[in-house]
């Protein structure tokens, strides 16, 4: 006999998710089925590894190995999906200061804790949609490696921008700071440094590409509205990003910059503040999602009311832009549009996610469309259909729940009482 071939085969068989692995019951009072949009009574699944393995009627016992989780007073859902954070930072009064100040070091120290306060308020998957210095992609890998914990992260890396646009990292700096900046540095005037910036995000590890198609209310520029992209770097950059499997996630605020970014192609529109009746048909048309941010349209809407929080060029953009957002949202879902959640956590605070839900609810959606938005259209967006989404066997073991009924009650979801990220328990009652 080959030993060193049996031992090797043994821990390969070790090695494998599930293999040995003592299983997990939960016994859900109720199941929100995302895929048929109802909710099931007395539910118990069955969890082994990284994978649910059976969903059934009843609370039936297993065979006493399995650690059993009694949830049978709480609504059981799947992971929640935010498409639009930032765990790289969290803005406060100090936030342009600091960006001279502090090192990326210090912001990635940071990033850890944002990562786990998002996990913790039911959030098992986000889309990083900005950040410098590679934290995101430091973050992705050491959570995936279990030594942070955290969502599971698909990041964009460096915004793509044009010379002082939104995103422009040199914006705001007196000229003796402002440093030459280029495609590395997510900075592009014409198609052909377009393209160059998609294949440098691809090659410092990004799974998306953003852009900022328009002006935007944090940067320290005065147009948060304006095109920022014409026609032919927009083709270029969303072409490139698809010869690199990439989808492009588009930051836009006034109509214009949004039309030509659906019409490149790009897969969301994020924000869309002033989105106007035709972008919408435009959307629907070309099958575009919306990710509307209405928390943080909220946020910067209180603080532009402080004095000395923002910088004079940002607030009086944060108090005209921010009322709009919810109006626009409410508009867009009575049109159709496919709406995908997503907070802009990291304007907003981290952690406290599940307020889109309030304020989706509020402008109109149903809580079963407002917690569908971040399950099953959120894994379509992301094309992980077939392993996020849903609760059903085969599918990851990402599973959230509060106690009572937030269909009845969207606050509810506000405070997290269960969470469960591939296989492993983070929160429980």
Known sequence: MNHKKVIQFLFLVWALPGVWAQGQVIHAGRLVDTTAGEVREQVTIVVQGNRIVSVSDGYSAGD???????????????????????LSGEYSARANIERVQLDSVHFAIRSTVYAERTLLAGFTTVRDLG??????????????????????????????????????????????????????????????????????????????????????????????????????????????????????????????????????????????????????RLMKKHGTYYVPTISAGRWVVEKAKIDGFFPQLVRPKAAQIGPIIQETFAKAYKAGVTIAFGTDSG??????????????????????????SATVTTAELLEVSDTLGSIEAGKFADIVAVKGDPLADISLLQNMAFVMKDGEVYLAP
Do not use: C, W
């Not at 907003?348 to 509020?362: K, W």
């Open 64 to 86: 006493g190995q399995e650690d059993v989780y009694d949830l049978r007073e709480y609504t059981v859902m799947p992971g929640f999906m935010d498409m639009h954070t930032h």
């Open 131 to 280: 950040d410098s210095g590679g934290i995101t992609v430091a973050l992705r890998r050491a959570i995936n490696e279990g030594r942070v914990d955290g969502p599971r992260i698909f990041t964009a890396g460096k915004t793509i921008a044009t010379t002082g646009g939104h995103g422009d990292p040199s914006n705001g700096l007196a000229s003796h700071l402002q440093d030459p900046v280029g495609p590395l540095e997510g900075v592009v005037d014409g198609p052909a440094e377009g393209a160059k910036a998609v294949r440098q995000r691809y090659k410092e590890g990004s799974d998306l590409i953003k852009i900022t198609a328009t002006g935007g209310v944090l940067s320290v520029a005065k147009n948060g509205l304006n095109p920022q992209f014409n026609e032919e770097e927009l083709k270029a950059i969303v072409d490139t990003a698809r010869d690199y499997g990439f989808h492009v996630a588009a930051h836009a605020h006034g109509a214009e910059g949004m039309k030509r970014a659906v019409r490149a192609g790009v897969k969301t529109i994020e924000h869309g503040t002033l989105m106007d009746e035709e972008t919408m």
């Open 347 to 372: 304007v907003s605070a981290h952690g406290d996610n599940a307020n889109e839900f309030l304020y989706m609810v509020e402008a109109g959606m149903p809580a079963m469309e407002a917690i569908q």
